[in-house]
Structure formats: C-alpha cells, structure tokens
C-alpha cells in the first residue's frame, strides 16, 4: 500500500488568522505614519508570504520603507495571535484523516518558525511536520522544500488560494480547493481549481475518495 500524505495551506485553509494578520499589517503602518487597512483589504494582500503582504501593504511612493515595515509587522506577529483560530471542523477533519492512515503537513508562506508555533499552540497532535518559509528558499508556489517530503507518499493538496493551485501543480499533485478561507470560489474557479470543497466534512470525503483511489478501502471510513 502507497503512504498517503494530505498536505495543507495554513492561513485561510486550517487557521483563520485574518484579525492578526490585519492588526499586525496596521501596527507597521501605523508607526511609519501610513494608512490603516481594512480586514477586507488585508485578505486580498495575503497568499504570497510576509514580505509581499507588506509591499502590497504600502503606498505605491512608499515603497522604500518595505524594510522597516517588514520587521516591525513581524516583531507584532511574532507575539500576537489571540484572534486566530482553526476553522470550524477543522480539528475534527485532521483528527480523522490522522485514522485514515493520513501524514499531515502543513505547506505555508508563514515564516517557518511562526508556523510551528501556531500549530503548535493550536492544532497539537495533529500535524507531523511544517514546511514553511526559510531564509534562502523560494515562497510558494515553488516546491523546492515540499516536494522531498512527499517523494514517497500519494499526496494531495489542499488550499484557499490560486497560490496553491499552483504550488500543487507544480508539485504533480491533486488540489483540493476550499472556499471558507480567503478566496471566493469563483475566483478560485477562475484561477485554476478542478475539485472544490465548500466545508471541511466535503474536504474529508475529498480526501478519502482520494485515498479509496490510491490503496482501495480505507479503515475507520
């Protein structure tokens, strides 16, 4: 029998992390004397890791001050995520995939060190490994740090954003779209998603569907 993997975006996917994203974005700009963003406006920003949501966070004639923003917005995200939380059925999809004989990984943008810390805090004993970003490698979709980590499973991807339809074609696996998160489906549509999941009980039969696919009859189905 193939291992199987389920390997899954963080922000807007498993964690809703907008509240914090959004007031860390505002703490930067803020203290560089620039415009406040709104919720809505943050959630169009996100998807291509910190350091784009902050150029993206700056006024076109601001660009310079990309540095210090960066740093500030990270030094309040580092200490600041008593907003965020799983998404409703999320725990409950995890801990079932986990029976179904699933590997969890979470393939993020977040900084890598944040990364574990959140699912650490929040998602204990349920993810086996965090490939976030790292000084040195490329962001998603590029899946240079990924792709070892599932060389030897039958793995499917699972995201909110045209960002992880890409990173999983680019890996040579499925990807299950959500629309819970940061992106509508019609814009996930529009951007390349082939399987969508509107809940994370329709991602669980996504996933399992995927598994009868590769090994035939999962156990604890």
Partial sequence: ?????????????????LCDLTASVN???????????TQDEVRSMVGNGVSVLMQRALPSDKRHLHG??????RQYYAAHSEHTRPYKGIVALLQRLRQAGFRII??????????YALCR?????????????????PVKPAVVRLAPRIKDFAAMYCGDSDVDVMTAANAG??????TWGFRSEDYLLSHGAKSIARTP??????????????NGSVVNK
């Fill in 1 to 17: 029998m193939k291992k199987l993997a389920a390997v899954f975006d963080l922000d807007g996917t498993l964690l809703d992390t």
């Fill in 27 to 37: 703490y930067a700009t803020s203290l560089l004397g620039l415009p406040l963003h």
């Fill in 68 to 73: 210090k923003a960066l740093a500030l917005q």
């Fill in 106 to 115: 979470v393939n993020t943008n977040k900084d890598e060190d944040v990364a």
């Fill in 121 to 137: 805090q929040l998602l204990a004993g349920l993810v086996d490994e965090v490939c976030g970003t790292v000084v040195g490698f």
């Fill in 173 to 178: 696996i499925p990807c299950l779209s959500v």
């Fill in 201 to 214: 009980a329709q991602a669980e039969q996504a996933f399992l569907r995927f598994a009868d696919e590769v």
